[in-house]
């Protein structure tokens, strides 16, 4: 798969979040990465920033929250699992939801809990 093509997965799995959703996202920018941190080669998105349920009267002027998905790590894991570009449609719509989630203030424990761990 090309990152022209994974590119266009992620972009297709954040048109699939709920308008609902979407519009109460705040200050929040999303990216492909091929690779993630080498300290946690294995890590298929990571979000970095305030989340919503952090944020007070001190939140302003800041640089946007952070969504990274990764695409190297996320190709590996379909591969190593069989899939074909159907898995790899459900696994970043899965790490996408799940990052949006922590922009949201939902943590790990309750993500696993719905699935979306």
């Known amino acids: ?4 093509e994974f590119e266009e997965l992620v972009s297709e799995a954040l048109d699939r979040v709920p308008p609902e959703l979407t519009r109460l996202m705040d ?15 294995e890590l298929l998105g990571l979000y970095e920033g305030t989340p919503l349920t952090e944020r007070g009267e ?10 990274s ?10 591969r190593r699992e069989g899939g074909d570009r159907e898995l790899v449609v459900q696994e970043v719509e899965i790490t996408v939801v799940h990052e949006i989630a922590h922009h949201f ?7 696993h809990a719905l699935g979306y761990g």
């Open 1 to 4: 798969m090309t990152r022209e």
């Open 27 to 41: 200050n929040v920018a999303v990216f492909v990465e091929d690779e993630p941190p080498p300290e946690d080669p």
């Open 58 to 67: 001190w939140y302003a002027g800041v640089l946007p929250d952070r969504i």
């Open 69 to 78: 998905i990764y695409m190297g790590p996320t190709l590996r894991l379909c």
């Open 105 to 111: 203030g939902i943590d790990d424990e309750r993500l």
